[in-house]
Nanobody, 121 residues
Framework: QVQLVESGGGLVQPGGSLRLSCTASGRAVRSVGWFRQAPGKEREFVAHIHWSGSPAYYANSVKGRFAISRDNAENSVSLQMNSLKPEDTAVYSC??????????????WGWGKGTLVTVSS
């Protein structure tokens, strides 16, 4: 049984940065995705990384500002978020990719509980 735990969320001013971590316990994880859900909105794809570290894919809304990486020795995946905007405010969750359309949340399993990111002045 694999369990994912997200950490690193918090309150940050617009233009600031945060680094989220997704740590897996139980066994090594393969490809992983980050998704987010803002209040009153549906869950949306943020980023995906292959188990080898490449390739990585991003939603257009975060491309150039966010970077996903992984540390297989630590069994973790990180999401570096720069130039944050108020519209980035959401609960960010990670999950394990099972194959198929990588930006579709239905192709993931083992969801963590998420970590809240609030971008506000």
């Amino acid at each position: 049984q694999v369990q994912l735990v997200e950490s690193g969320g918090g309150l940050v001013q617009p233009g600031g940065s945060l680094r989220l971590s997704c740590t897996a316990s139980g066994r090594a994880v393969r490809s992983v995705g980050w998704f987010r859900q803002a209040p009153g909105k549906e869950r949306e794809f943020v980023a995906h990384i292959h188990w080898s570290g490449s390739p990585a894919y991003y939603a257009n809304s975060v491309k150039g500002r966010f970077a996903i990486s992984r540390d297989n020795a630590e069994n973790s995946v990180s999401l570096q978020m720069n130039s944050l905007k108020p519209e980035d405010t959401a609960v960010y969750s990670c999950a394990i990719y099972s194959g198929g359309t990588f930006y579709d949340a239905r192709t993931y399993w083992g969801w963590g509980k998420g970590t809240l990111v609030t971008v506000s002045s």
